[in-house]
C-alpha cells in the first residue's frame, strides 16, 4: 500500500470500508494544474485500476439450494 498518495490510501480505504459504514460524505481529491501535469492524472488512473483489480468480485449467497439444471431444462408438457 503506497502511503505518500493519500487519495489512492482513501481510495482503498473506502472500498475496505463501504459495507460498513453508511457516510455519505465522501473527500473528493483533485489534481492542481492538472494540464500541465499529465504524470500524475496517468498515476491517478492506474492507482484506481490497480485497487479496482484486487477488488473482490461480487457475490450471491441462495437462501435455499438452487435447482438441478437438467431437471430445469426439460420440456414440460401441459
Not at 11 to 24: A, P
Amino acid at each position: 500500500m503506497n502511503q505518500s498518495k493519500k487519495s489512492t490510501l482513501d481510495l482503498q480505504f473506502r472500498e475496505l470500508m463501504k459495507k460498513k459504514r453508511g457516510d455519505t460524505n465522501i473527500v473528493v481529491h483533485s489534481i492542481e494544474n492538472a494540464e500541465k501535469n499529465p504524470k500524475e492524472i496517468t498515476s491517478w488512473i492506474q492507482d484506481v485500476s490497480d485497487v479496482h483489480k484486487k477488488k473482490q468480485p461480487p457475490s450471491v449467497v441462495y437462501s435455499k439450494p438452487f435447482p438441478d439444471i437438467e431437471n430445469l431444462m426439460q420440456v414440460k408438457s401441459s
